[in-house]
């Protein structure tokens, strides 16, 4: 653990009270040890230092729990004499948090030989309540409070907060000057009053030497880096302020040069796309698996190999020199739907064929700091060989971690390809304002500081929560099934059975290991057959619901209700869900999710069962859909829209051409960056998408979410890749039949014919 010296100012210092745990009895007005510790109270202000006193070690715990902001702990030795165990329990629940707050125990000289000594191991001190006087015991425990206190702020957000404390008057960038333009206009102190003053004093430039420079790396920026290298792993790490898109396109242009070939994961994010456009890559496209019900799978082992990469490359009518190696391969990690690799089986697996692996880990920050996902994520523990190849990671910090949006990291270990920081960063400068937002590079060092003090605490609290809710959503649909064979309820991806006992029934202990995770070659309910006996786990945290209609092999069943109709649904209650796909949508148990969060999504799914068990009125579930169409959907229920969409579906064929879509690839006519070029100049021209077929598409194809191409730049559909096409129809066809339900189709934009029907439009190249 990393230990940073930036200290706390005063006006955020006494934000950190002082808990002291008296017993019921010690805060009673005339007790001895209640008057003590008010005099110590009294004494501590003096220090600009509240306390906060507690009856129990109970109320501690529920206090610490509720938010763990405190500067000092002092636990008096009469309710831990009472419960040592319990004690304890609360200490390392403490440290588990924040492990250097330091932890006192108060009592009297005459009770120290009572103390165990596995308790006095784990406290920093004590305080001899009668015997010392109230200002020496006040000092003791502001010293203690201040040494822990300038600990906590990492080294470029410490900085920050120190010179926005200082109030210097403003002479350089931004205009608005640490907010005092807003002041000027009603709006402009709107804005203010909204976003607050600090935000915008601590909204600098890089005329301010004290914070360093991101593009020069120097300074509190440069030492957060090298801090968050530390806490994630790498050689090197650099902060993105543009998302990890950006961080993408930088790793793909420090590596990547006209004409180089690429493996390229055909379900990678499109910022990779758009990267391989600016690079003038030629792709050579990994076919990751997808099963029955449309889930995104990982790239199975098989397409890894010297001679599948081989191939790839001979068959590319794209690649120019047949006999040259690929210069990178670039995975997904986890997928959309969060299937891991096992990274030291693909690293070393693709290290015979390249020399750099970049793992697009957006979704997976959190990996490195729970032991359930060690060996699957770029930054692993384990053993590092000489002849690896060098290994990137991207982190998209603001995803699931605790960081505001653009929010992202780039992770570098140098293997047979060593990099060279200041070359990199001719990459990084090419994709990175010289004026960035210091409060994003402040949210990715306190994010890392977080995960670095509690980084343990954080994934198990998450893990813990989305066990509670899949073991919830199982249990209930056995109730429902006891008192009523022919009832439904919704399903979740996962396994049906962990060692023999039903996933509902099991300790939940059992599931925070990732081997009750991994996909076993043939398990049903995972769909992609046989994928190697580790190679394969899905994540815990990332909870595909499944709705019914559909099974698990992929037939279409006589009703059913898609998953967008009940994301309309649990939008309406204020609940919006990840992703949504025809018969399932996706749920992410982040470091911010509560009991209470994920028990206000169970109740609002028996409330959807509910109404569309009583096919209630759309007037009462969906009100705006009928205001807004009536001729579409007034007097409509719930039920009869379900299973309207539903029929929808199987008469377009819907969920066959959508896996056939995504199964087949389109045939390569010109490169990503030469089909740019073309648009460039004019040379394309926008047709219906019922017309597409043979023509060559000048732009992504990409539906959203998740975010992955359909089609890219220069491929075309022909007679024999016919679903692509069908695919998109169906969507058309559904976004006519019901409005309000359209679906998000980068690269189409929707025009309307003389009834008002949709109509997908493409750019392709001219002819």
């Known amino acids: 653990m990393s230990r940073t010296q930036t200290p706390l100012p005063p006006s955020l210092a006494q934000r950190f009270p002082v808990l002291v745990v008296v017993g019921n009895h010690g805060l009673e007005a005339d007790s001895f040890l ?22 129990s070690l109970a109320d501690a715990e529920i206090a610490f729990s509720a938010q763990p902001a405190y500067s000092c702990v002092i636990l008096g030795w009469g309710p831990c004499e ?27 000289k005459a009770h120290h030989g009572q103390v165990p000594l596995e308790f006095v191991e784990e406290i920093d001190g004590f305080i001899w309540l009668p015997e010392d006087s109230p200002e020496f015991i006040a000092g003791r425990i502001a010293a203690a409070a201040r040494r822990y206190l300038d600990t906590i702020l990492p080294p470029f957000f410490g900085a920050l907060v120190n010179f926005a404390d200082t109030c210097e008057y403003s002479w350089h960038t931004p205009g608005h000057t640490g907010g005092t333009a807003f002041m000027k206009t009603a709006v402009g102190r709107s804005f203010l009053d909204f976003y607050g003053e600090q935000m915008l004093r601590s909204d600098l430039s890089v005329s301010v030497g004290e914070l360093g420079s991101l593009n020069d790396h120097s300074g509190p920026v440069a030492a957060a880096e090298r801090n968050a290298a530390q806490v994630f792993g790498a050689d090197y790490t650099f902060f993105s302020v543009g998302g990890s898109s950006a961080s993408n396109q930088i790793i793909l242009h420090s590596a990547v040069t006209d004409g180089d070939a690429v493996l390229v994961d055909r379900n990678c994010h499109k910022s990779l796309n758009y990267a391989l456009n600016q690079s003038g890559a030629v792709p050579l496209y990994l076919r990751p698996r997808r099963n029955a019900r449309g889930l995104i799978g990982p790239v199975p082992q098989s397409e890894l190999t010297p001679d599948a990469v081989a191939k790839k490359l001979a068959e590319s009518p794209l690649a120019r020199d047949k006999q040259a190696r690929p210069v990178l391969a670039v995975l997904t990690n986890s997928t959309y739907d969060g299937l891991c690799y096992n990274v030291q089986t693909t690293t070393r697996e693709l290290s015979r064929s390249v020399d750099r692996i970049h793992y697009d880990e957006a979704w997976y920050a959190y990996a490195r700091f729970n032991a359930l996902y060690e060996g699957r994520y770029g930054m692993h523990r384990g053993e590092r060989h000489a002849d690896d190849a060098t290994v990137t990671v991207t982190h998209s910090t603001h995803k699931l971690l605790a960081a505001l949006s653009q929010a992202s990291m780039i992770h570098i270990r140098s293997g047979k390809v060593p990099v060279k920081p200041a070359l990199f960063n001719e990459a990084f400068m090419m994709h990175t304002s010289t004026s960035p937002q210091y409060s994003i590079i402040a949210s990715i060092d ?45 399903g ?7 060692d023999g006992v039903p996933f509902g029934d099991i300790d939940p202990q059992r599931l925070h290991h990732g081997d009750a995770w991994v996909l076993r070659p043939g398990a049903s309910w995972h769909g992609f057959g046989d994928l190697g006996a580790d190679y394969c786990m899905l994540d815990p945290i990332k909870v595909t619901v499944l709705t019914p209609g559909m099974s698990l092999e992929g037939r279409m069943e006589s009703s059913g209700i898609p998953g967008p109709l009940v994301s309309r649904f649990l939008s309406s209650c204020g609940i919006v869900v990840e992703k949504t796909e025809p018969y399932s949508f996706l749920l992410l148990f982040s470091v911010g999710v509560t009991k209470g969060k994920w028990g206000s999504l169970v109740a609002g799914l028996l409330e959807f069962k509910r109404h569309y068990d009583a096919n209630t009125p759309l007037d009462h579930v969906l009100p705006e859909l009928p205001d807004s169409y009536p001729e579409r ?4 229920g719930l039920r009869d829209l379900a299973e309207a969409m539903h029929q929808d579906m199987l008469a377009t064929q819907m969920l066959h051409n959508m896996d056939a879509a995504f199964t087949l690839l389109p045939d390569p006519v010109s490169s990503p960056r030469e089909t740019y070029a073309r648009l460039v100049r004019g040379e394309v021209e926008q047709i219906p998408v019922r017309d597409m077929q043979d023509r060559t598409v000048a732009v992504q194809l990409v539906p959203y979410p998740p975010g992955i191409p359909l089609m890219m730049p220069g491929e075309k559909a022909g007679a024999d890749k016919r679903a692509i096409i069908d695919y998109l129809l169906a969507m058309e066809a559904f976004d006519g039949h019901f409005p309000g339900f359209e679906h998000d189709n980068h690269g189409v934009e929707i025009h309307r014919d003389a009834q008002g029907r949709p109509v997908y439009m493409i750019y392709v190249v001219k002819q």
């Open 34 to 55: 209640g008057h003590s510790a008010r005099a110590v109270g009294q004494a501590l202000r003096a220090h600009d230092l509240d306390v906060e006193l507690v009856g």
């Open 82 to 108: 009472q419960n040592l165990d319990k004690a304890q329990q609360v200490i390392r629940l403490m440290r588990r948090r924040t492990a250097q707050l330091p932890i006192m125990l108060g009592m009297s």
């Open 446 to 490: 306190v994010s890392a500081k977080m995960m670095d003090d509690a980084g343990e605490y954080l994934t198990e609290d998450s893990i813990g929560e989305a066990i509670g809710f899949r073991q919830a959503m199982v249990r209930l649909g056995n109730q429902m099934r006891m008192r009523n064979a022919q009832d439904w309820w919704f």
């Open 492 to 498: 979740v991806w996962q396994p049906d059975v962990v």
């Open 633 to 636: 959907y007034a007097g409509m």
